[in-house]
Nanobody, 128 residues
Framework: QVQLVESGGGTVQAGGSLRLSCVVS????????MGWFRQAPGEEREFVAT????????FYDDSVKGRFTLSRDVAKNTVYLQLNSLRPEDTAVYYC?????????????????????WGQGTQVTVSS
């Protein structure tokens, strides 16, 4: 059974940084497209960043491009999201997700339907 566990959230001031981690068990990160989504109160879950299973492509939402960086450590079976220059509008619960190639081909990289497994989420709060 594939499980994803996020950590690293917290409360920071605007302009600060955090690094989120997502540890995968039950399979290997190289089998999946590994993505990050976020959900603010009263809002839909939205795409943040993702990397293809081959790691040949990494995609970011325009709102985080240049500020957030997704990386992975295959040896540790872990995916990271480095959050820099944080803004109050980045406040949300951040979710790690894993998508099989077939799900991504059907649902796409940018949509929740493309992902099969989800973590429980980690809260990021940015104060102004």
């Amino acid at each position: 059974q594939v499980q994803l566990v996020e950590s690293g959230g917290g409360t920071v001031q605007a302009g600060g940084s955090l690094r989120l981690s997502c540890v995968v068990s039950g399979s290997t990160v190289s089998r999946f497209a590994m993505g990050w989504f976020r959900q603010a109160p009263g809002e839909e879950r939205e795409f943040v960043a993702t990397r293809s299973w081959s790691a040949s492509s990494t995609f970011y939402d325009d709102s985080v491009k240049g500020r957030f960086t997704l990386s992975r450590d295959v040896a540790k079976n872990t995916v990271y999201l480095q959050l820099n220059s944080l803004r109050p509008e980045d406040t949300a619960v951040y979710y790690c997700a894993a998508g099989t190639p077939s799900s991504i081909r059907t649902g796409g990289y940018y949509y929740t339907n493309g992902y099969d497994y989800w973590g429980q989420g980690t809260q990021v709060t940015v104060s102004s």
